[in-house]
């Protein structure tokens, strides 16, 4: 099982971002995915959640109207869409997949697959 992540880069404070995270190996089609980020020095923090089908979706607050998860269980894809990116958005991007039993998806130990992650980093 693979969840590859993509889309990251260098963008000015203001701008957008759309990271992807493809999955391989398996179908998440039924599952619980999520978005978590990791600056340099701190801890994985949660980002976002969507659930199996789209229709609920979990932000944390910093990013709650400036970010969209959304996801494409035809293309076994779950994306991320950043606007109005800040310097404090710059981290590595986590993507990850299928909850634990009866856990809800926001703390990074309630998930089972990871993926490599991508960089983001937004400048002043």
């Known amino acids: 099982v693979q969840l590859q992540a993509s889309g990251g880069g260098l963008v000015q404070a203001g701008g957008s971002l759309r990271l992807s995270c493809a999955a391989s190996?398996?179908?998440?089609?039924?599952?619980?995915m999520g978005w978590f980020r990791q600056a340099p020095g701190k801890e994985r923090e949660f980002v976002a959640r969507?659930?199996?089908?789209?229709?609920?979706?979990y932000y944390a607050e910093s990013v709650k109207g400036r970010f969209t998860i959304s996801r494409d269980n035809a293309k076994n894809t779950v994306y991320l869409q950043m606007n109005s990116l800040k310097p404090e958005d710059t981290a590595v991007y986590y993507c990850?997949?299928?909850?634990?039993?009866?856990?809800?998806?926001?703390?990074?130990?309630?998930?089972?697959?990871w993926g490599q992650g991508t960089q983001v980093t937004v400048s002043s």
């Open positions: 190996g398996r179908t998440f089609s039924n599952d619980i």
């Open positions: 969507i659930s199996w089908n789209g229709g609920s979706t």
């Open positions: 990850a997949a299928k909850v634990v039993a009866g856990s809800f998806g926001n703390r990074a130990n309630h998930y089972v697959y």
